[in-house]
Nanobody
Framework: QVQLEESGGGLVQAGGSLRLSCSAS????????MGWYRQAPGRQRDLVAI???????NYADSVKGRFTISRDNAKNTVDLQMNNLKPEDTAVYYC????????????WGQGTQVTVSS
């Protein structure tokens, strides 16, 4: 089995920064894509950023220029550096990974709360 564990969420004032981390553990051959999604109350879960094993990235327009996603393939971790946070960034942030176990499967973390006050 594979588990994803997120950390780094919390309460921050608008304009502040947080760094989220996600660690994948278990029976992992390789991880193709890792990413972060978020879900605010009353909203669907939306993509924030993804990063492929080769390093290419994709960001939601709402976070482009403020957030940076990175990964360490050797450690099976992915981070999300969030700068200039806004109240509309408030949500539960979920780590996601497509993992070869060797069967390719999608896994989700339990989520970490990010709250940005005005």
């Amino acid at each position: 089995q594979v588990q994803l564990e997120e950390s780094g969420g919390g309460l921050v004032q608008a304009g502040g920064s947080l760094r989220l981390s996600c660690s994948a553990s278990g029976r992992i051959f390789s991880i193709n894509v890792m990413g972060w999604y978020r879900q605010a109350p009353g909203r669907q879960r939306d993509l924030v950023a993804i990063i492929k094993s080769g390093g290419s990235t994709n960001y939601a327009d709402s976070v482009k220029g403020r957030f940076t996603i990175s990964r360490d393939n050797a450690k099976n971790t992915v981070d999300l550096q969030m700068n200039n946070l806004k109240p509309e960034d408030t949500a539960v942030y979920y780590c996601n990974a497509d993992v070869r176990t060797p069967m390719i499967r999608t896994f989700w973390g339990q989520g970490t709360q990010v709250t940005v006050s005005s």
